[in-house]
């Protein structure tokens, strides 16, 4: 069984650019949370997406975008990178439970440099 | 608001030491469910342990032992005879019953030597 899949695993782009981030949750799960984790940090919350719609955004500007397809796969577009995008993004696949009474598994992550 | 300290940035330990990781918490939910996560190096966020604000019975799993205080909103985390193997580092996490984005800590790094 296939944990949770993210592509690429490392990335650099030019300021300016935009980016797509690539996750496959995990057999059985529905619903996807992007986090952005910068270097020596903890992980910090973007937003998550569940039936196809965003349920809860964190303070992260419009520039940050998802989507979520009817596979549960999803992606997280930035629009116009700057310096301080560069970070490890962190995608979380969990069952729909709104008691969350099971963990969120984690991917390996992407990391983006950007340039 | 929620947040999250863990107040260690590094601990350096030498093998079969032992040591605890401390993680204070700030919620004002009365439900609300705690985590601890391991990053190794590869950077996957390993899931080690999930603890609800009802239950503060401490937990023991082989080497790791957690002890959870409400009184002092407190989920301290330890790991008896320390392996090099558990050299990462250490997020403790919140999150509330209706919410859905866990709250993190800045992590504690732990190196341990040989």
């Known amino acids: 069984d296939a944990g949770v899949t993210q592509s690429p695993t490392h990335l650099i782009k030019t300021r300016g650019q935009q980016v797509t981030l690539r996750c496959s949750p995990k057999?059985?799960?529905?619903?996807v949370s992007w986090y952005q984790q910068a270097l020596g940090q903890g992980p910090q919350f973007i937003f998550q997406?569940?039936?196809?719609?965003?349920?809860q955004r964190g303070n992260f500007p419009d520039r940050f975008s998802g989507h979520q397809f009817p596979n549960y796969s999803s992606e997280l577009n930035v629009n116009a990178l700057l310096l301080g995008d560069s970070a490890l993004y962190l995608c979380?696949?969990?069952?729909?439970?709104?008691?969350?009474?099971?963990?969120?598994?984690f991917g390996q992550g992407t990391r983006l440099t950007v340039v | 608001a929620q947040k999250v300290t863990q107040a260690q940035t590094e601990i350096s330990v030498v093998e079969k030491e032992d040591v605890t990781l401390d993680c204070v918490y700030e919620?004002?939910?009365?439900?609300?469910?705690l985590f601890w996560y391991k990053q190794p190096p590869s950077g996957e966020l390993v899931f080690l342990i999930r603890?609800?604000?009802?239950?503060?019975q401490n937990e023991i799993s082989g080497r790791y032992s957690w002890n959870f205080q409400k009184s002092t909103s407190s989920f301290n985390f330890t790991i008896t005879a320390s392996q090099v193997v558990d050299s990462a580092v250490y997020f403790c996490?919140?999150?509330?019953?209706?919410?859905?984005?866990?709250?993190f800590g800045k992590g504690t790094t732990l190196s341990v030597s040989s």
């Open positions: 997406y569940y039936e196809e719609e965003e349920r």
């Open positions: 057999s059985g799960h529905d619903t």
């Open positions: 603890r609800n604000s009802f239950d503060e």
């Open positions: 979380a696949s969990s069952p729909r439970d709104r008691n969350f009474n099971t963990e969120a598994f």
């Open positions: 919620t004002r939910d009365t439900t609300y469910y």
């Open positions: 996490a919140l999150i509330h019953q209706a919410g859905t984005a866990l709250i």
